[in-house]
């Protein structure tokens, strides 16, 4: 088994993952995944990033797919006995004009950036090193759609006592209120990515918590973060930061120095903590 500290960014092949792990490869003293879920588009970066003299290893994984996500725990936990920083970075997002039924959208966008996440999470957490560091990209639109929540809802939301069994459940409730296009009756914003990115920023909270409870002795430091507003294929070119502008604050996240105790349960933007 490897002692080489490891670190992970999920859906890498473009976009801010790709500038994570060219960050990553740049300042983390180890051994840097970019992973994909299409291994073809996964070697590609790969080979984009060797050109310019990096050296990142690839994994296959598609946070939708179980399987998917259990044979990269089961690599991990062989070939280097855990892990030392996790990026949960893959998201995706409908064009504002995208035609498909809302309830569609729904249902696909909480799939991938909130259970996705999620699962990966249930996997992933258990192999944290001590002092390891975990990053879940979620979005200043999460906190813009709490806004828009109704007040129970972000009574929840804020809440210091929810589980993710009561989050898995708001979340689910959310794609049905949308199929039976009740959303907005009961409480919910417009936008079914905000609602998403509102399940991982208050998910990490929880996780947080959790560690707390559960590990607190092993220095583990989990945070949320939006990248700001960049230019990639989901934002678009009128974005105001750079993919590797976009990297900076889940870099700094993952790479917080084991003499800190904080940040850890929060929601961080331009490596600054925001009230949730
Ligand atoms: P992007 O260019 O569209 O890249 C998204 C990445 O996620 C791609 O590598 C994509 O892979 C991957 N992905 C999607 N579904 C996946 C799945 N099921 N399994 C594994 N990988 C999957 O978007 P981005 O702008 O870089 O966004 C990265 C993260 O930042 C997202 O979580 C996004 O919500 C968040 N964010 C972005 C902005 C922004 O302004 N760009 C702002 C706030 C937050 P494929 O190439 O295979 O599709």
């Not at 960014?9 to 976009?15: A, C, E, L, M």
């Not at 590609?44 to 598609?62: I, N, S, W, Y």
């Not at 759609?145 to 129970?152: D, I, M, N, T, V």
């Not at 929880?206 to 430091?221: S, T, Y």
């Amino acid at each position: 088994m490897s002692n080489v500290p490891v670190a992970v960014v999920t859906g890498s092949n473009k976009g801010i993952g790709l500038a994570i792990v060219r960050a990553l490869c740049k300042q983390f003293p180890g051994d840097v995944y970019l992973t994909s879920r299409d291994s073809g588009r996964g070697e590609a970066a790969v080979a984009q990033l060797q050109a310019e003299g990096l050296r990142p290893l690839f994994h296959q994984l598609d946070i939708d797919d179980l399987q998917s996500i259990r044979a990269l725990r089961d690599f991990l936990k062989e070939k280097y006995g855990g892990l030392n920083v996790l990026v949960n970075n893959a998201g995706i997002a409908f064009k504002v004009n995208d035609t498909t039924p809302f309830a569609i959208q729904a249902e696909v966008t909480m799939k991938t950036n909130f259970f996705g996440t999620k699962n990966i999470c249930t996997e992933l957490l258990p192999l944290m090193k001590p002092y390891g560091r975990v990053v879940n990209v979620s979005s200043m639109v999460s906190s813009s759609a709490l806004g828009r929540c109704s007040q129970e809802l972000q009574k929840k939301f804020r809440s210091d006592t929810i589980t993710e069994d009561e989050l898995v459940q708001l979340m689910t409730k959310f794609v049905e209120d949308t199929k039976n296009s009740v959303h907005e009756k009961e409480g919910w914003p417009n936008t079914a990515y905000g609602v998403s990115k509102i399940g991982v920023t208050v998910l990490s909270r929880i996780q947080a918590r959790m560690l707390n409870e559960k590990r607190k002795g092993d220095h583990i430091l989990l945070n949320a973060c939006c990248p700001g507003w960049v230019r990639t294929d989901m934002a678009g070119p009128q974005a105001t930061k750079s993919p590797d502008e976009g990297a900076e604050t889940p870099v700094y996240l993952a790479l917080l120095p084991s003499s800190a105790d904080a940040p850890h349960g929060q929601f961080v933007s331009d490596k600054t903590v925001r009230t949730w």
